[in-house]
């Protein structure tokens, strides 16, 4: 996995994109925090560390939200406190492996 092809995509095919990850792949997420910074976030897909079952008080994907686990943090807390809600349309780069290669998605931020 040496080389690393970026391809450009639009805000509006984020979701499809996560959404499209094998489950229990790695892959990091840049995304923009409401302050302005931008937050790196490695994960993995469709993981159920420190789930319980009994839910959160709204539906994610209604509002627009997936709900990844961070692994760096996952090395100093408990697993439920490693989870954060990431806004689909605050996600600025996702990188993951596509047969052997490493691929970054862009996303062009419109107007």
Not at 42 to 56: A, L, N, Q, R, Y
Not at 63 to 82: F, Q
């Amino acid at each position: 996995m040496n080389s690393k092809e970026v391809v450009e995509i639009r805000s509006n095919e984020v979701e499809a994109l996560i959404d499209s990850i094998t489950p229990g792949k790695y892959f990091t997420v840049t995304f923009e925090k409401r302050d302005g910074s931008l937050r790196f976030l490695e994960t993995i897909k469709d993981v159920s560390f420190g789930v319980t079952g009994s839910g959160g008080p709204y539906e994610p994907r209604e509002k627009g939200i997936v709900n990844l686990y961070d692994i760096d943090l996952a090395a100093t807390k408990e697993p439920k406190e490693s989870w954060r809600a990431v806004r689909y349309d605050s996600v600025r780069m996702v990188v993951f492996s596509v047969d052997g290669e490493m691929v970054a998605y862009s996303v062009i931020k419109e107007p």
